[in-house]
C-alpha cells in the first residue's frame, strides 16, 4: 500500500474509482465530473496535500478528501468530505482517517468537521471509530423521481410568483437571506454564481401575510439530474405554503427533461408539510472532532 497526495494525473483513477465503491451505496453521491473537479482543485488557497489516495500496486482503493476550513471561536476549524473504501479493503480506512487528520492538525486544525448520510455506505461507521461524535441533524434529503410526482393539470395558487433570478436577482436574495438565515454578501455570491453558469432552471416565491416559502430548481453535474430547494419562513406551522411550490417546481423540472432531484429540506421543523408526496427522506448529520 501506498499513499499519495492530489495531482491531476489521479482525477481519471479518482472519479472511476467513486463511481464503483458507490454504486452499491442507499444513497449514491452526485459526485463532480473530472471537468468540474479540475476547476475546483485549481481555486486559490487549493491544498494538494489534504487530498489522500491509496494504491494497491497500480490499483487506487482508497480516497478521503480534506480541508482546512475558517476560524470558529478563536480556533482554527477543519473537515473531511465521504471517505470512500474498496470493498475488501477495510484495514485501510483506519490508516487513511489517522494520516487525514495528523495531516490537518500540522496545518493548525483544532476542530474537524464531517458531514455524513447513514446511507452512504460505511461512511459513519469509519468517522465515529476515530472518535467524531454526532453534533446535531442539519437536514433531511431526498431523491425525488420527478415521474412520480409530475402533473401537467396542476392547480397553481394565485399567490404563487413564478420567479426568473436575472430579472427578479434582488428577490431572490432576499428571500434566501430572509427564509435561511445567511448573511446577505453571501447569498449574493450564490444566486450570481448561479446566474453566470446559467444553473436555474426555475423558481417560484408564495407569501402568505408574514408567512413566506420560495424555491429554486437548479441543475446539478449530470444533465438529467437537478436540485430543488425549497425555504420557508412561517410563524404558523399549520399553514403550509411548501406544498404548491414543490408541486409546481417538479412540474418545471419535468417540462426541462430533469428525471432525478436531490431535494434537502435544512430546517426540519418543516419536514411534516411533505406527508402529502410520502417522500423517503434520509438524515444529514453534523459530527466533530475536537
Not at 54 to 76: H, K, P, R, T
Amino acid at each position: 500500500m501506498r499513499f499519495e497526495i492530489y495531482d491531476k494525473s489521479r482525477l481519471d483513477d479518482q472519479v472511476k474509482f467513486i463511481d464503483e465503491v458507490t454504486d452499491s451505496w442507499k444513497w449514491k453521491p452526485w459526485y463532480p465530473s473530472k471537468e468540474d473537479l479540475t476547476e475546483i482543485y485549481s481555486r486559490e488557497n487549493f491544498t494538494a496535500d489534504t487530498r489522500h489516495y491509496v494504491y494497491d500496486g497500480n490499483e487506487l482503493v482508497a480516497f478521503l478528501s480534506s480541508a482546512v476550513e475558517g476560524i470558529v471561536d478563536g480556533e482554527q476549524t477543519g473537515s473531511i468530505h465521504i471517505p470512500f473504501v474498496k470493498e475488501g479493503y477495510k484495514e485501510v480506512e483506519e490508516v487513511l482517517m489517522k494520516k487525514t487528520i495528523e495531516t490537518l492538525k500540522t496545518k493548525g486544525v483544532k476542530t474537524i468537521f464531517a458531514y455524513i448520510m447513514p446511507a452512504w455506505g460505511d461512511a459513519e461507521e469509519i468517522i465515529t471509530k476515530r472518535g467524531f461524535s454526532k453534533k446535531k441533524l442539519l437536514a433531511y434529503r431526498a431523491l425525488i423521481l420527478v415521474k412520480d410526482f409530475a402533473d401537467k393539470d396542476i392547480n397553481v395558487s394565485e399567490n404563487l410568483k413564478n420567479v426568473d433570478i436575472k430579472r427578479d436577482r434582488e428577490l431572490v436574495i432576499e428571500m434566501i437571506h430572509k427564509t435561511r438565515g445567511i448573511p446577505r454578501n453571501e447569498v449574493e455570491k450564490i444566486v450570481d454564481d448561479l446566474i453566470v453558469k446559467d444553473l436555474v432552471v426555475a423558481g417560484s416565491l408564495m407569501q402568505d401575510g408574514d408567512d413566506v416559502a420560495g424555491g429554486l430548481l437548479y441543475k446539478a453535474y449530470q444533465p438529467e439530474k437537478g436540485f430543488l430547494r425549497i425555504s420557508c419562513l412561517s410563524k404558523n406551522k399549520k399553514k403550509n405554503l411548501i406544498v404548491d411550490n414543490f408541486e409546481f417546481l417538479v412540474q418545471k423540472a419535468d417540462e426541462a427533461g430533469l428525471e432525478l432531484l436531490w431535494h434537502q429540506v435544512p430546517d426540519t421543523s418543516f419536514i411534516d408539510h411533505y406527508k402529502k408526496f410520502n417522500l423517503n427522506f434520509e438524515p444529514f448529520n453534523e459530527y466533530v472532532l475536537s
